[in-house]
């Protein structure tokens, strides 16, 4: 039931290089416009692995594929950096995964640096405290962009998808299908069809827990991998 990016027990390492991948990526969307054509919507997470300028060129250099958003192209605790950013290159950008509360995103929102704010449930307060980011964000045309990796849970899906269902700027939603053993573990009202999802008629967040089934899966420890550039120094994953 790991997040899928993890490996059990010790971590596996990666090989990171900042300069084949600026070279890569827009090659990446140059492949799939031409096999997939303008219709369908393109995003990419960056992962925070970019200096701000390295992320203005990677910005421009994609804006020919018109992504919906590139996500996290810096370390998102620097909000000035993505001034920088926001002065080289029109590709939508996307942030806040990891924000745990609106004086993270007050600067990128204000000052109008990001395109899509993605806060979630669980990390940044709870409904209340999401509500007023987005309230904030829907200033300045902002739209919402909930994180919904599989480490989040069932029960943050289904506040996240009432939480949508209200929100006058919505953007999208993130949606990684958690394991089937998981599903069991917290039997929902909400469901996916056809690219949405729906969040059921189950009042409140619609999501329950199975306490005795929950107990069969005892904790068994996971890391998620770990980068390492082409001379071996060990680098952000
Ligand atoms: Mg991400």
Same mark, same amino acid.
């Given at each position: 039931?790991?997040?899928?990016?993890?490996?059990?027990?010790?971590?596996?390492?990666?090989?990171?290089?900042?300069?084949?991948?600026?070279?890569?990526?827009?090659?990446?969307?140059?492949?799939?416009?031409?096999?997939?054509?303008?219709?369908?919507?393109?995003?990419?997470?960056?992962? #925070?692995?970019? /200096? &701000? =300028?390295?992320? %203005?060129?990677?910005?421009? @250099?994609?804006?020919?594929?018109?992504?919906?958003?590139? !996500?996290?192209?810096?370390?998102?605790?620097?909000?000035?950096?993505?001034?920088?950013?926001?002065? #080289?290159?029109? /590709? &939508? =950008?996307?942030? %806040?995964?990891?924000?745990? @509360?609106?004086?993270?995103?007050?600067?990128?929102?204000? !000052?109008?640096?990001?395109?899509?704010?993605?806060?979630?449930?669980?990390?940044?307060?709870?409904?209340?405290?999401?509500?007023? =980011?987005?309230?904030?964000?829907?200033?300045?045309?902002?739209?919402?962009?909930?994180?919904?990796?599989?480490?989040?849970?069932?029960?943050?899906?289904?506040?996240?998808?009432?939480?949508?269902?209200?929100?006058?700027?919505?953007?999208?939603?993130?949606?990684?299908?958690?394991?089937?053993?998981?599903?069991?573990?917290?039997?929902?009202?909400?469901?996916?069809?056809?690219?949405?999802?729906?969040?059921?008629?189950?009042?409140?967040?619609?999501?329950?827990?199975?306490?005795?089934?929950?107990?069969?899966?005892?904790?068994?420890?996971?890391?998620?991998?770990?980068?390492?550039?082409?001379?071996?120094?060990?680098?952000?994953?």
């Amino acid at each position: 039931m790991y997040y899928e990016p993890a490996d059990a027990d010790l971590p596996s390492e990666n090989v990171w290089s900042t300069d084949k991948y600026l070279n890569h990526v827009p090659q990446l969307f140059e492949t799939l416009r031409e096999k997939f054509g303008e219709d369908i919507r393109l995003l990419h997470d960056v992962h #925070h692995r970019l /200096t &701000p =300028i390295e992320a %203005g060129r990677l910005g421009k @250099s994609l804006e020919p594929y018109k992504l919906f958003w590139m !996500e996290d192209p810096t370390p998102a605790e620097n909000q000035e950096a993505f001034r920088l950013i926001r002065q #080289h290159t029109t /590709t &939508p =950008i996307a942030v %806040g995964e990891i924000f745990n @509360s609106i004086f993270d995103c007050h600067t990128l929102i204000q !000052e109008q640096l990001i395109d899509f704010i993605r806060t979630t449930v669980v990390h940044a307060g709870g409904i209340t405290q999401l509500r007023r =980011i987005a309230d904030l964000a829907a200033l300045y045309q902002i739209r919402t962009g909930c994180h919904g990796a599989t480490d989040l849970s069932p029960v943050c899906l289904g506040t996240a998808l009432h939480f949508d269902t209200w929100v006058p700027n919505f953007g999208v939603q993130e949606y990684m299908r958690h394991t089937e053993e998981t599903d069991a573990v917290f039997p929902h009202a909400y469901s996916f069809k056809d690219g949405y999802l729906y969040a059921g008629e189950t009042p409140g967040h619609g999501v329950d827990i199975d306490e005795e089934l929950a107990a069969k899966y005892p904790y068994q420890r996971a890391y998620l991998p770990v980068n390492r550039l082409e001379d071996g120094t060990m680098w952000n994953w």
